[in-house]
């Protein structure tokens, strides 16, 4: 099958001879048939132009999509500070209810805590800066991770530790 580049110099160099051959009279009754047989290869260069345009149009979609997975793939935690050895977690408390951020900002990811090596919940598709309940945890080590979904490593990860007291033992709230 000819490209569609081979097909429009092909063109381009018939019309020329075409147009001379008529002019000598040399194409009498064949005309016809060579009006008709331009007009299917025109039909059929606008037709592998119309498909190519669209192939193009989807690559770059697709390619579109990559590049923001890659740009996501190096997303930082930047609240809560957190440590980023286990055994110093107890430095950075918070408790179950807390804002979870990172850059770039523009990425959704999803959020998943670990404790004793176990993944304890997974949230998807959270935008920076989401509140969020940490349900299932107890008091202790927890690791928080971030991730796009299309990559199975995490794209950062911090340790911190899940101090919750109980409503009896807080101290009462100021006004």
């Known amino acids: 099958m000819l490209s569609i580049k081979e097909i429009g110099v092909l063109v381009t160099l018939a019309i020329p ?3 001379f051959a008529v002019w000598l009279g040399k194409l009498d009754g064949r005309m016809t048939a060579t009006e008709s047989h331009l007009e299917k290869m025109e039909q059929t260069i606008f037709e592998e132009k119309r498909r190519a345009l669209n192939e193009i149009r989807l690559a770059e979609e697709e ?3 990559k590049i923001k997975i890659i740009h996501c793939t190096s997303a930082k ?3 809560p500070k957190g440590a980023l050895e286990k055994d110093r977690a107890i430095e950075h408390s918070i408790n179950k209810s807390s804002t979870i951020s990172w850059q ?10 670990y404790q004793n090596g176990k993944m304890i919940k997974e949230y998807k ?3 920076p800066g989401e509140k969020i309940r940490m349900e299932g945890l107890t008091n202790g080590q927890t690791e928080i991770r971030i991730k796009k979904d299309e990559v199975t490593e995490p794209s950062d990860s911090i340790w911190v530790f899940i101090l919750e007291l109980p409503d009896e033992i807080k ?3 100021s006004v």
């Open 171 to 173: 101290p009462p709230s």
């Open 17 to 19: 001879t075409i147009t």
């Open 77 to 79: 935690l930047v609240s």
């Open 125 to 127: 598709n959270i935008s």
């Open 104 to 113: 770039p900002a523009e990425c959704q990811m999803t959020i998943q805590y």
């Open 63 to 65: 390619a579109t999509k």
